[in-house]
């Protein structure tokens, strides 16, 4: 009890000292933290059922920040860990690439060098049961929780092989887990190098300099950049990764916030590691955001590479962490991406949050869409000066439909 009243104390100072229009009567904010004490006094000794203190807490941080944009966000301890792990590329587990397909828990493959792939387990095996409890129809959340571990723990699976009857056993030890940002990268042809990014991490840069420098050093003559399902990261790293690409002192992405002085600039700095003769591709889908998009963005606007694929997400909101003391954080959105022509990447948002998601995924392209009533800003590449759009993602030059390729996302 006297946690929920901590906590409901904590609600009232939380609205009557938030962020409200420092021109607003102060009378009008003593009323309206005034009101939301009256709503929690109500809620908690008239409700019908038993409430929980912690879920209101979090539901009203949530809904006082879906009235902002689609971005600014509550991170719970939890999800924080998660994100952090995601971002810097590493965890504690036993290092797979998955996907769900017809309800079996699949390897797509294991990750070099991980417990996984120390123990022998295979492209195509379907792991049956964990810890003897079956996975058959588990879902994704479910799976890297009960892979994911402490490191030295041990976590038992039951494998079903093609071409073998009998299920077989694997007893492996969890470690921790650096996850590349390039999972692959080959030759497509004697001339044609393949590079593909899934995020961008800590040492994205590192890595894509690395696997471009071995295909040059094979003799190719063209490369195609695979964007496609990447979903963002660090804009630092989208910069650098863009560096490999183009000229010294080419502005890559520029930021804006509310007030006046605010831009912020970003430059390539270094001699691109990409000769500027060879021909790029860069291949995109809707699922391809944030930092993919600044990359694509700088391409496309210096004439640098040839944009294929679907137009991107549209995610061009910048977000700043604060850690707050219970162990979440806050992604509060305190800028806006602009590409080299002075392009906005983010879409429209009017629309709820999971319209938002599911709007930015389908399949409909509005800047490709001669009937469209939707305003489509124009803009002017820096180079060719050919004509690009803005607000809306990254529209590719050319258009294919086709489906995106596996998730190499998941590896608990």
């Avoid at 294929?308 to 992604?331: D, E, I, M, S, W």
């Amino acid at each position: 009890m006297r946690k929920q009243i901590a906590i409901h104390i904590f609600l009232c100072l939380l609205v009557f000292t938030a962020v409200v229009d420092a021109n607003e009567p102060r009378v009008t904010r003593f009323q309206q933290a005034e009101a939301f004490a009256e709503v929690g006094d109500l809620v908690r000794h008239r409700y019908y059922q038993e409430t929980d203190a912690v879920d209101l807490y979090h539901g009203a941080i949530e809904g006082y920040l879906s009235k902002l944009d689609p971005h600014s966000t509550y991170i719970t301890p939890e999800q924080l860990r998660k994100t952090q792990e995601r971002l810097e590329g590493a965890f504690e587990g036993i290092g797979i690439y998955f996907d769900l397909i017809d309800n079996f828990l699949t390897v797509l493959s294991p990750i070099d060098g991980s417990p996984a792939y120390a123990v022998g387990i295979l492209p195509g095996d379907r792991i049956i049961r964990i810890d003897g409890h079956s996975a058959v129809g588990i879902k994704s959340a479910e799976v890297e929780e009960r892979l994911k571990g402490p490191k030295g723990s041990i976590v038992t699976v039951s494998v079903q092989r093609q071409g073998h009857e009998r299920i077989l056993e694997f007893e492996i030890v969890r470690d921790k887990i650096n996850v590349p940002s390039v999972p692959y990268a080959f030759c497509v042809v004697d001339n044609v190098g393949y590079v593909k990014v899934n995020r961008f991490s800590g040492r994205t840069t590192e890595e894509i300099r690395s696997a471009v420098g071995e295909l040059l050093s094979k003799g190719i003559e063209k490369l195609i950049l695979d964007l496609r399902g990447n979903g963002g990261g660090f804009l630092e790293q989208a910069v650098s990764v863009s560096d490999l690409f183009l000229e010294t002192d080419r502005l890559v992405v520029y930021t804006e916030g509310r007030r006046r002085g605010s831009r912020e600039d970003h430059f390539s700095r270094r001699d691109p590691l990409v000769p500027r003769s060879m021909p790029v591709i860069c291949l995109v889908n809707s699922s391809s955001a944030s930092a993919s998009e600044i990359v694509a963005g700088a391409l496309q606007d210096y004439d640098r590479g040839l944009i294929v694929g679907h137009t991107t997400f549209g995610k061009g909101l910048v977000q700043k962490q604060y850690r707050l003391k219970n162990g979440g954080a806050l992604l509060l959105t305190v800028a806006k991406y602009m590409t080299p022509s002075g392009r906005p990447i983010q879409r429209p948002y009017d629309e709820s949050g999971q319209a938002y998601v599911e709007a930015g995924h389908d399949n409909y392209d509005p800047n490709n869409d001669p009937e469209s009533t939707v305003a489509k800003p124009i803009y002017y590449t820096e180079i060719l000066h050919r004509e690009v759009f803005g607000s809306g993602g990254i529209s590719p030059d050319v258009g294919v439909s086709a489906d995106p390729p596996p998730s190499f996302e998941r590896a608990p």
